[in-house]
């Protein structure tokens, strides 16, 4: 996995994402006490945003995906829950959602999403 603090995060650039927590229990409610870990992962042209939840002695790894028009962070409450379970999680922004992006002129296809999950999976997990 790639980091890069130079490129946007939702911790410290993007606060959006902050007006969905209402609808979550309190209990699930993202905060800066239990923010997600931020990094980046770069495959071929996308520079894919990833939020982690991380839990050291799991042995069992959540990827958490979102649908089209949506992010990882939005799905930070449920990832938080998982983690209190002692679940590792990552969530990830599929472009051209969230904080990710490609430098490529092509236009994104759906295709790609399974390519980068597909890519991302196997490169998690070995």
């Not at 229990?25 to 905060?31: A, H, K, S």
């Not at 997600?36 to 939020?51: A, F, G, M, Q, T």
């Not at 979102?66 to 930070?76: D, E, I, P, T, V």
């Not at 051209?96 to 597909?118: A, F, R």
Request: proline share 4%; hydrophobic share 35%.
């Amino acid at each position: 996995m790639n980091s890069n603090t130079n490129r946007l995060a939702y911790n410290e650039t993007e606060v959006y994402w902050k007006n969905y927590q209402r609808f979550f229990p309190e209990e699930l409610r993202i905060n800066d006490n239990n923010l997600p870990d931020e990094e980046w992962w770069v495959w071929n042209d996308y520079h894919i945003h990833l939020d982690r939840m991380t839990a050291l002695d799991s042995n069992i790894k959540v990827v958490l995906l979102h649908g089209a028009g949506g992010n990882g962070r939005l799905l930070a409450p449920y990832a938080l829950m998982l983690q209190a379970y002692g679940y590792d999680v990552v969530s990830l922004d599929l472009p051209p959602y969230g904080l990710s992006y490609t430098e490529s002129v092509k236009s994104m296809e759906y295709y790609d999403w399974i390519e980068i999950i597909s890519e991302f999976i196997k490169q998690e997990f070995n």
